[in-house]
């Protein structure tokens, strides 16, 4: 996988739109101080392909995607693999309840010689190419497929993780011998042997369940089969015969439910008009309506009174002066007073300030001569150390010589040997050096606090001026202001009388409110009765309206008493009529019940017959109005239950009840014997599948496969690690390992074969990246798909390393780069290091959003 370009909008600490392009890019380096983005750049390649990144620990961490106050964050990386370009995209957004979810992902696979820049243009990768995914899950495959690398060997392939890039290096034996079965998988064959001991005893567990439900379905056998086929053939000779009877117990109970009806009519109109009643103290209401309309009158007067003689108070008010502005002229006369105060006061102060500041002025400028000639000490102790340092490596250089030998300098015979110093000049010098070091911090020391103290005083005597000149004007403003003045007393004593006035005019206003007040209560008084009269036609509609099926006589509207008492002498009249016609229909009740008992026991012996319970047998029935007997639901739809006893409907029902029972009993059994000729095939299975796990089980804890495959595998890693390593080290190098341990063999001395311990910090990054790159193609040798291995990108602290060490590993590096079989690509705030890789991009931070610029070839 090579990366050509990131797009990110909203993720993480870039909030706004930003670019990264890497055409034409072979070796980058990302730069930039400490925590303004330069991982997030990793980050975001990472979550664009998996949807998760390593610092987030697992996917789960997805709102850590969002920049801070963001609802959304898009991400999308165009990168190519084995040939081919792909465009990967994820959107993560925060609904309104706070949660962060995945919103999009998609995959799309571009034409060939595709233009990222066209995405600039606002065209879409769906406008372009063919989508091999459109949503997360379906992403985790697609992915696969197109990079070769699946999550946790990409991190350990292309993106190596900062502050663990040496462990593999130094690790035990033991501990690197679990990172190889981690990284490359070898766990998988006790996990193999794990499960096939699983497999079989859940295959045991399995061939006694099927044994205990064989015993269950011993009684499921062909004899038993055909006896329940002939108990159905029964049940429906019996719903033949039932449907044949219950019609006409059908066309009975009809007649029942029709005497019936006619006998619960005659009841329902004697409940209606027995219920007719007129309320309590009608006559009382017209008089209520009266009294209440002639106390309504009397208010009203009352309140146009107190209105009147509110307006004239009014009147006379807005005929006075105005409170406010009497107020504020007399608010103006306090603060000219207290202004006056102030200002004579500041003036004192803003001498006394003056004269400090000139004092102030006169120290720094002796502190910042001091100062420059404490560094002119430190510039000359300065040049004495290095002529000391050159002194003593001559002397050094003497300590081996003997007349005649040749200079190591010069390459000329030395004829006379000078004699050795006494002493070493640098001690002395560095001394020298150290107290002019103090003196020049000392004097810096004095010059900044001499200027911070002139900048604060600086500070306080414009404060001084300002705060003066805002009295004086705000002076000159109230002088103006108060011209004409009659002065505070007058302004005081006009304030007081305006406040009687103000006094009278509440209470005029008082008197309004309690007239309305009395105006409102005899209003309510009056709705009241009205209301009351309302009430009394409500109550007679109702009770009309209860019976108007019945025909009651018109009512007189102008007179509610009357109304009632007509209509309480029809409702008495008609209940007479009614209660001599329901004793004739409760006989006819009677009759009709006889007829459908005797229908129902004779359909219920066709039941007895067949040895079936009766259906209601035992049933209670019904007394009361209902006279007894049998009743039931009529066929078809027909409304027709009884009051008591079993219907044609009951009877059809329990002959289809019998019929579905015989049924089902027949299917259950036929059931059962199929699943126990299952079961029995399912029983051979299970135990051909214990037989086979256990024996691999067994022989896959037999031996020391894993341990076998571990050995295979670290011959192979240190065998290409080493071949990278001479190319990298230029031939100096190789690596070996013995029971475990790790050694490196240095061909420019002798064949020395030293402990990984041993090497210095430039050396042990060779190795390591050596063994980093030789992982990677183990791991890409094992994956299930072709594995594009076309960039590495090195997220580690430079920083810790000293110059020599930081000249191995940029040269390192640039040989990795020069190899040309993929892009190089670092992560450090390292200076000295980014000025030697060609194409860099400088991450910045503001207090918004992190930005990005491409700086180099």
Known sequence: MR?????????????????????????????????????????????????????????????????????????????????????ATRVVRRDGKGRVSTSGAGLQLMPPGFDPTKLDT??????????????????????????????????SCVVLPQGQFADFLHAKPATRQQILVNLLGLDVYETIQKQATTRATQAEAKLGTVDQVLQGLADADEEAVAAAAERLEAARDLAKAVDAAVPELLEAQRDADAARAALAGLETDLKRLS??????????????????????????????????????????????????????LLEAHAEHDKLAGQAAALASSLADASQEHAAAVDALERARTAEAHAIEHLEEARRAYQDAQTADRAAALRAHLEAGDECPVCAQPVPVVPPMPAGSAVTAAEAAGKTARTAADNAKAAVTARDKALRELDRTVERARAQHDQLTGRLAELAARLTGSPGPDA?????????????????????????????????????????????????????????????????????????????????????????????????????AQDSVGALAERIGALFSDAGLPVPGAGRASAGGASLGGVGGASLGG????????????????????????????????????????????????????????????????????????????????????????????????????????????????????????????????????????????????????????????????????????????????????????????????????????????????????????????
Not at 694 to 721: C, S
């Open 3 to 87: 990366p050509v370009r990131l797009d990110m909008a909203g993720f993480t600490v870039f909030r706004d739109e930003t670019t990264i392009d890497f055409t034409d890019t072979d070796f980058f380096a990302l730069i930039g101080p400490t925590g303004s983005g330069k991982s997030t750049v990793l980050d975001a390649i990472c979550f664009a392909l998996y949807g998760q990144v390593p610092r987030w620990g697992t996917s789960r961490g997805i709102a850590n995607a969002l920049a801070p106050s963001s609802s959304e964050a898009r991400v999308r990386l165009v990168f190519e693999s084995a040939g081919a370009r792909y465009v």
């Open 122 to 155: 606002g065209m879409t990768p769906d406008d372009l190419g063919e989508v091999l995914a459109g949503t997360p899950t379906e992403m985790d495959q697609a992915v696969l497929e197109a990079v070769g690398l699946p999550y946790e060997q990409f991190t």
């Open 275 to 328: 219920g007719l009643a007129p309320p309590g103290d009608l006559s009382g209401v017209a008089g209520a309506v009266a009294t209440a309309r002639a106390a309504l009158a009397g208010a009203a007067a009352a309140v146009a009174d107190a209105e009147e003689r509110e307006e004239k108070v009014r009147g006379e008010l807005a005929g006075a002066s105005d409170a406010a502005a009497l107020r504020l």
């Open 491 to 591: 302004l005081r004593r006009e304030l007081k009388a305006l406040a009687a006035m103000q006094a009278r005019l509440d209470e005029a206003g008082a008197a309004v409110r309690a007239a309305r007040e009395a105006q409102r209560r005899a209003q309510a008084g009056a709705d009241a009765a009205d209301a009351g009269v309302r009430t009394a036609w409500q109550a007679f509609d109702r009770a009309r309206d209860q019976v108007a099926a019945l025909a009651p006589p018109a009512a007189d509207r102008d007179d509610v008493v009357a109304a009632w008492a007509a209509l309480a002498q029809w409702a008495s009249a008609l209940a007479s009529e009614r209660r001599g016609l329901r004793e004739s229909a409760a006989a006819r009740v009677q009759e």
């Open 638 to 857: 027909v409304g027709a239950a009884s009051l008591g006893g079993v219907g044609g409907a009951d009877f059809l029902r329990a002959a289809a009840v019998a019929v579905e029972r015989a049924e089902g009993a027949h299917e259950r059994l036929a059931e059962r014997h199929a699943q126990a000729s299952e079961l029995r095939e399912q029983r051979s299975g299970h135990e051909r599948t214990v037989q086979v796990a256990k024996t691999l089980a067994g022989h896959l804890r037999a031996n020391n496969f894993e341990r076998w495959l571990l050995e295979e595998a670290l011959d192979l890693l240190v065998d290409g690690a080493s071949g990278i390593l001479r190319e990298l080290s230029s031939g100096q190098y190789e690596l070996v390992h013995d029971k475990g341990d790790f050694y490196v063999v240095d061909h420019h001395d002798a064949g020395l074969r030293r402990g990984v311990r041993t090497l210095s910090g430039g050396e042990t990054f060779q190795a390591s990246l050596a063994l980093a790159l030789a992982l990677s193609e183990q791991l890409a040798g094992l994956s299930t798909t072709a594995a594009s291995l076309e960039s590495i990108v090195l997220d580690e602290g430079f920083g810790t390393l000293d110059a020599a060490t930081l000249d191995t590993v940029a040269a390192t590096l640039e040989n990795l780069a020069a190899r040309g079989d993929r892009m190089v690509g670092v992560v450090t705030h390292v200076s000295a290091l980014a000025e030697r890789v060609p194409v860099r991009f400088e991450v910045r931070k503001d207090a918004r959003s992190a930005r990005v610029e491409r700086m180099g070839l």
